[in-house]
């Protein structure tokens, strides 16, 4: 099969920034492309009746050292930033806007908001500092801003959004192969396996 691996994520996931950093690689080495797709995690957290990790006592605790130990794993730089979660709701609506226009600018800006948070700790909260992201990579900011403020770029990322929680996604990141779902970085090998094999 050739179908694209479909990549599920929220900006404001540890284990999606270090997925991000990786899937792209695998992909390609068995001929395969990634289709991203942002979403809002909350909503899944919300319909599945999952609490934030952050906050559940004991496995709390240890997942922050895990973010840590997987980022050094997979050699992937990363600091976890002073604010989190972060409300990534520009930077997904900001995402399916230029890939609406061309592929490859999503891609870089999607690399470029993931890094300024899990490794610089800006605020991708915030309009202006998404903005200076897209401004960064050549983009025009203030066509940025009006897109994401309009009644389209909410209603599409409402959409991906229930759309991933109706195919059953709870967590991120959530990988879709050949129809087969796969969730969190540490399936990445399992991935690997199934397009060296034809699935399993």
């Known amino acids: ?56 006592p004991l496995k709390g605790d240890y997942s922050k050292r895990d973010f840590d130990r997987s980022a050094r794993y997979h050699g992937v730089p990363f600091k976890f930033p002073e604010t989190f979660p972060m409300l990534t709701l520009v930077a997904a609506r900001g995402y399916y806007w230029l890939h609406d226009q061309d592929c490859g600018k999503a891609r870089a800006f999607a690399h470029a908001v993931f890094r300024a948070y899990w490794v610089h700790g800006r605020n991708i909260g915030e309009l202006a500092v998404v903005q200076d992201i897209a401004a960064r990579l050549g983009l025009d900011a203030a066509a940025f801003a009006q897109a994401v403020a309009a009644p389209e770029a909410k209603e599409r990322l409402k959409r991906e959004t229930d759309l991933a929680v109706s195919r059953g996604m709870f967590g991120a990141p959530y990988f879709i192969v050949d129809g087969e779902p796969f969730w969190g970085v540490d399936r990445l090998p399992q991935i690997e396996h199934w397009l060296e094999t034809g699935g399993f």
């Open 1 to 56: 099969m050739s179908d694209p691996i479909e990549f599920w994520f929220d900006f404001s996931s540890p284990y999606s920034y270090i997925a991000s950093e990786l899937i792209d690689t695998l992909a390609e080495r068995h001929g395969r492309k990634v289709k991203w797709r942002p979403m809002m995690l909350g909503s899944a957290f919300k319909a599945s009746g999952v609490p934030l990790l952050v906050t559940v």
